[in-house]
Structure formats: C-alpha cells, structure tokens
C-alpha cells in the first residue's frame, strides 16, 4: 500500500509539471507568441495578434507588458468569467503570475513586448527616481520591478564601465541612432521600433546619443 501510494504521489507531480508545461503560451501558442531572448533572470516574447484572433488558456509568471499599439482586449480566466480592457499604445502594465486566456475585440492588430521574470523571488535593488541625461515617466510598478518612459537627452552619455545595480530591459519606441556597448562588445548602433535590450546588473556598458535628438524607450528595470 505504501509503495502504491509513492506511486500516485510521482505520477501526480509528473502529470503536474505536464501540465504547466502545456500551459506555456510559447508552447501552445506560437502563432501569438515568440521568444526575443531568455536567461535565467527574464524571458523576453513578443506578442502579435489580428483583429479578432484568441489565443488558448496559458500561464504567466510575474510579467511586465509594454504595449507598441493601441489594444482592446478580452481576458478570459478558468473561472469563466472575464475583463475587457483597453490598453494605450505605449504603456505598461504589471501582471502577477495568472492563467488566462486573452482575444484582441480590438479593431487594430495588437502588438507588444512581455517581460516574464524568472527569479524565484523579487529582488532587493534600490531603483533609481532619476538618471543624468534621461527623463523619467512612471509607467507601471510592481514587487519585482518598474516600468518607465524613459527619454535620452540629446547629449546622453555613459561612460565606458558604467554598472548599475538592476537589471534593465530597454525597449526602444522609435527608428533611432544610438551607440550602446555591454561588456566590451562591439556597439550597435542603429534600433528599430519594438527593439529589445537586456544589461544585467554589475555588467560593464557604454551609451551615446550619437543622433542629435531625444531618444525615447520602455526601461524595465527589475529590482
């Protein structure tokens, strides 16, 4: 009887994982959804959907959305209950970790960028209320991290070896020239819209306006 019951009990834990496994929207929708990069701080996806297009129930964890379209969307739960929502182009929201099912009921196509966080916990970072050179807009916060409207100066800098205590992810907003180096490596210089970039905490980095004009992106910086 005992050895029976060992049984049931691996056999759940294995159906389990299965089961969030098949929960992953990577996996059982990749038509809406595409992994940009993962490490084992975050996972980037992009997200596209038609007028009119759902999706099939999937899990999240602690996540950040930062939307590059106007949407209207429709979040069913296994409840069966749902919410409408109407998310503006260009702003973020702060999920916790949730299974949904969500259906654009918009009439444009939905377009976005989602940060999951991968860390078994918040970290403990203070994130900074201001940075030379970039102005800062409050966009979405939550335990784990905070999602702002960050705008370059026209004479932004960072000098080569310049560290931060908190991870970022950079999403930029518009076509724009911008020189950025992560520890040592050759710079990239020119970004599209919907452009994804992740410095890690403690990571050497170099940054330039080199276009003459304000640059504007989406900065998570995850504590």
Known sequence: MKSFK???VVSLVVLGSGVALAQDPVKVDPTHYKVLFENP????????YAPGATSKMHHHPDS????LSDSKVRFATPDGKSEDRDMPNESALYTPAGTHNPTNIGTTTLSGILVEFKTPAPGSATLPATRP???????????????????ASATFAEPAGTKHDFDQVVIFLNATPMSL?????????????????????GVAHEAKNTGGKPVDNVTVAIK
């Open 41 to 48: 701080t975050v996972r980037v996806l992009s997200i596209t």
């Open 133 to 151: 050179g970039i102005t800062l807009k409050v966009l979405a916060e939550g335990p784990r991290a905070t999602a702002y409207r960050s705008t």
């Open 64 to 67: 950040m959305v930062i939307l």
């Open 181 to 201: 180096s992560i520890d040592g490596k050759p710079a990239k210089t020119t970004w599209a819209r919907g452009d994804v970039q992740f410095i890690g905490r």
């Open 6 to 8: 060992i049984c049931s």
